[in-house]
């Protein structure tokens, strides 16, 4: 996968990136991303690159001619027809589901927004798409830019040492993850739940199964409205409430 991010703080997109997954991904040739500065577009001695809002108001508005000079720099990096992206609050909220859409392009192009936002006539001129990472308020548009990247690269093929860590995480099947035990099998009068020392795989597959569905419920029971719930999957929760309730009156 080819993106390029186009930023004001390219050193930090280059940095962020050299470590774990994701940098494993860059060394095995699986992901590769550059940067475009819009600074680099400029035509002032201050590479001037923001100013102030038409209207009033606080804050700064990121300017369109060298932001736009640097959308196109970087698109031209890129195959015709790539997703261009701008990381944004305004946009729609990234989950998991988007994330697995977008890991089947080939290239993308992420515009990481600073100061109070970007001229609405780069978004309308430029940008296929808005997303955001949840509902608050950042001071620019990498850290969103640098968690999308994350993401995708968990879900591209050999990146990961078992490709089932990606199918078997939180929300790729709509639920939340199961609780996972290492070794010690004891620590600190807490003891590895005795149906995983059990070799026995279809009672663990159940027992993970329960857990996600249960803890799902606990957390985050909105996301139960996007899960078919069979027999067995609702059969399996109400045991898991039935178990929690009796654990609470003893």
């Given amino acids: ?61 990121m300017k369109p001619e060298p932001l736009c000079a640097a959308i196109r720099a970087a698109r031209a990096r890129l195959p015709a027809g790539s997703l261009t992206i701008a990381l944004s609050a305004q946009g729609s909220r990234l989950d998991q589901a ?22 609405e006539r780069v978004l309308e001129a430029e940008v296929d798409l808005e997303l955001s990472i949840g509902d608050y308020v950042l001071a620019g548009g990498e850290l969103p830019a640098l968690v999308l990247i994350d993401a995708l690269a968990r879900l591209l093929p050999g990146a990961l040492g078992d490709e089932r860590s990606a199918q078997q995480e ?38 993970r199964l329960q ?7 606990l957390r985050r029971r909105e996301l139960l409205a996007g899960v078919t719930l069979d027999a067995q999957r609702a059969a399996l929760l109400q045991e898991f409430l039935r178990e929690r309730e009796q654990e609470g009156e003893t």
């Fill in 211 to 217: 857990q996600a569905l249960g803890r799902t419920w």
């Fill in 170 to 207: 939180s929300f790729s099947a709509g639920l939340l993850d199961w609780p996972h035990y290492t070794r010690p099998e004891a620590y600190e009068g807490r003891r590895v739940p005795a149906v995983l020392l059990s070799g026995d795989h279809a009672a663990i597959a159940r027992w």
């Fill in 98 to 119: 988007r994330v697995a859409d977008l890991s089947s392009r080939t290239a993308l192009l992420l515009v990481a927004g600073r100061y109070e936002g970007i001229d």
């Fill in 1 to 61: 996968m080819l993106i390029e991010v186009v930023t004001l703080f390219p050193e930090m997109i280059r940095d962020a990136l050299r470590h774990g997954i994701v940098g494993r991904a860059q060394e095995r040739g699986l992901l590769v991303v550059g940067t475009e500065d819009p600074r680099a577009h400029t035509s002032d001695v201050h590479r001037t690159v923001d100013d102030r809002p038409y209207g009033g108001g606080p804050g700064m508005v």
